[in-house]
C-alpha cells in the first residue's frame, strides 16, 4: 500500500478529486467529498491493475502540494472557416491583436 496525496475540488455540481505524483489520467468525482474520494480510490486501483503497479510508483512521491491562484493573460487566437474560393478550403485570422486580417489558403497561396 502507498500513501499517494488527492487534490479534492469543490464545484458547484459536485466534487472532483485527483491524484499528484502518478503516471498518466485519474480522475475521480461524486456528489460529495466521501463519494468522490471513493470513486478516485477506485479509479487509482483500476489504473494499477491495468497499467501495473509502476504507474503508480513511477515518480518521487509529492512531499508537500500547495494551492495558490495567479493571474493568467489569455489572448484569444480563433479562427473561422471561410467559404471555399476557386475550389480551395482557406481561413480567416480572427481576434488577434496587432496583427492584420489576413486570408490564408491551406494550401499556401494567397
Known amino acids: 500500500m502507498r500513501n499517494i496525496k488527492i487534490v479534492i475540488e469543490k464545484h458547484s455540481d459536485g466534487f472532483v478529486a485527483y491524484p499528484l505524483g502518478v503516471k498518466g489520467v485519474v480522475v475521480g468525482e461524486g456528489d460529495t467529498y466521501e463519494e ?10 483500476f489504473h494499477a491493475e491495468t497499467f501495473g503497479s509502476e504507474a ?12 495558490t491562484e495567479a493571474a493568467v493573460e489569455i489572448k484569444w487566437l480563433g479562427f473561422r472557416l ?3 474560393s476557386e475550389g480551395r478550403k482557406s481561413t480567416q485570422c480572427i481576434g488577434i491583436p496587432g496583427r492584420p486580417r489576413k486570408r490564408t489558403h491551406f494550401d499556401g497561396s494567397k
Open 82 to 84: 471561410m467559404p471555399q
Open 56 to 67: 503508480l510508483e513511477g515518480q518521487a512521491p509529492v512531499l508537500e502540494a500547495f494551492l
Open 36 to 45: 468522490a474520494l471513493a470513486d478516485v480510490r477506485s479509479a487509482l486501483k
